[in-house]
């Protein structure tokens, strides 16, 4: 039989590192793919010998240019075979439009979708011709709104929706399932720790953990499952999206930011 891989990245820390465990547990091989640093070998030699799966690994930055491609060469080029791709790398910033640069826009906005979309389409070929294959895209509950004091990391979430979503319909009919991860706040790296451990209790009530948001994922991916709310904040938020006039939903979703 044929050796597939499934490929994540960001997989060097937080939700990629737990989905990359996730699915080493379920016996998957991974390609794993983040920036350059000693994590990811060190991650790849773990899931190596406690899961006795196979393990590769490929330090790239993503939003540079031609770096999708490179991904998908670096694969080709190895003969690893893809049956599940895993979007997950992407980053984020909190506060008033103009406290980051306009650099810095361009870099969150190359990773969470330039990155994105043209790692899906180098792979997208291959995949189809698969009797079954996978796309998990990491979204957020700023999927759902436009977000004041986090202006553009939502709306490059809420592409992240609307691309999986049409994605999803125009590939119906092939073997190709595209689905996208809508995670309420989850504890992951050191300075997002900080922060909400400097939040109150109530609010700390609706955080998670990577392991429980890359099992239920994994899981809700592999039913086929077309929006995934890991958690009850995110089905909340989904319901209010569908609910609640727009104009209300911007006052609550503003008044709660604005405080964050
Ligand atoms: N944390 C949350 O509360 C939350 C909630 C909902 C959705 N999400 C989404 O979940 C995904 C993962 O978030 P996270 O909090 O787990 O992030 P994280 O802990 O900051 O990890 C990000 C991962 O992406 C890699 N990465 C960052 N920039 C990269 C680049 N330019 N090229 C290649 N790899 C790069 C990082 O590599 P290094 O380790 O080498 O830096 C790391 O492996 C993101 O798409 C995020 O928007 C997060």
Redo the contacts with the bound molecule.
Sequence with gaps: MEDYFTLV??????????ISVECAKRGMNLLL?????E??EEQAAELKSKYKVKTYYYH?????KD?PKKVYVWTRENGYKINMLI??????AEGPFERQSASYYN?MM???MV?LVLLTRFFITDLKKLPKAYILN?????SYFPMPYKIV?AAT?RFVLSFTRALREELRNTPVKVSI?????????SK?IKLLRSKNRFIQLF??Y?PF?ARYSIKALLKGKTVIRTDLLSKVLYLTEKIFPQYFKQKIITRIYRKF
Excluded: R
């Design positions: 990245t960001g997989s060097s820390s937080g939700i990629g590192k737990a793919v983040a920036l350059p640093g994590k990811l790239i930055d993503l939003t540079e770096a979007n997950n790398a992407g980053m984020g870099t190359q990773l969470n990155a990491l979204g957020s509950i700023s990391y979430k991860t809508c995670p309420g706040p989850v504890f992951t790296n997002l955080y998670n990577p948001v």
